[in-house]
């Protein structure tokens, strides 16, 4: 069966610390890789996607991933991690037809809860 | 305008209750979704509309009965439900249903069956 993993679920970081969240999932053929962040109280927002090309992808507030598809992995960094950054954080995949998806169907990984320390 | 609103924010209801949860969506999207998630769980999907008629229904109990009545407007009628439904339910748009289509979540209604 598809899936995504995140290793992590809980992270617990000092403010300035490096963050890096790791993301696999189990496909072979084309995916489109999704990062969401959840913050408390808050509805899901999408904090960067890749589809193609450049490996590496910026988003929003500082975040960016790389996708290394010999490791099928999609990892979440930020250099220098503010309190506000706490929030719950989602990998989600969405592949297509050929690797059994359904369109439009997000698959979410279980999340990995980040707190981070004043 | 990346906004997809959702009513009731809580909605409590008995196993014999009917209830509906409203979506509403202006971007002019055209697929919208819902999810359920329980509790320390990821989001998992339930209905996916597609220019207003129903495209995926992931093998949902006949107590949810998803109705698209235009474009902006998704909702999800709810009869008879378990306990184990309690859940936050979350509604999503996007422009369509291609896999490159980024997905804008509502804040979710949380609902608890007693």
């Known amino acids: 069966a598809q899936s995504v993993s995140q290793h992590n679920h809980h992270v617990i970081l000092s403010e300035a610390a490096s963050l890096e969240l790791g993301c696999n999932y189990s496909?072979?053929?084309?995916?489109?890789l999704f990062w969401y962040v959840q913050y408390p109280g808050q509805h899901l927002q999408l904090l960067l996607k890749y589809f193609s090309g450049d490996p590496l992808v910026k988003g929003i507030k500082g975040f960016e991933a790389e996708f290394i598809k010999s490791k099928f992995s999609f990892n979440l960094r930020k250099p220098s991690v503010q309190w506000s950054d706490t929030a719950e954080y989602f990998c989600?995949?969405?592949?297509?037809?050929?690797?059994?998806?359904?369109?439009?169907?997000?698959?979410f990984g279980k999340g990995t809860k980040l707190s981070v320390k004043p | 305008d990346t906004e997809v609103t959702q009513t009731p924010k809580h909605l409590v209801m008995g196993m014999t209750n009917k209830k509906s949860l409203k979506c509403e969506q202006h971007?002019?999207?055209?697929?919208m979704y819902w999810y359920k998630q329980k509790a320390k769980k990821p989001p998992e999907l339930m209905f996916v509309?597609?220019?207003?008629?129903?495209?995926i229904n992931e093998s949902v109990p006949s107590r949810f009965s998803p109705e698209c009545p235009n474009s902006s407007l998704l909702n999800l009628h709810l009869h008879a439900l378990q306990p184990e439904d309690s859940a936050l339910y979350l509604c999503?748009?996007?422009?369509?249903?291609?896999?490159?289509?980024?997905?804008?979540f509502g804040p979710g209604t949380r609902l608890l069956v007693l």
């Open positions: 989600a995949v969405k592949s297509g037809p050929e690797n059994g998806g359904s369109q439009g169907n997000l698959i």
């Open positions: 509309y597609s220019y207003e008629k129903l495209s």
């Open positions: 999503a748009s996007s422009q369509g249903l291609a896999a490159r289509e980024t997905q804008y």
């Open positions: 971007m002019g999207h055209r697929a």
């Open positions: 496909y072979g053929g084309t995916v489109n």
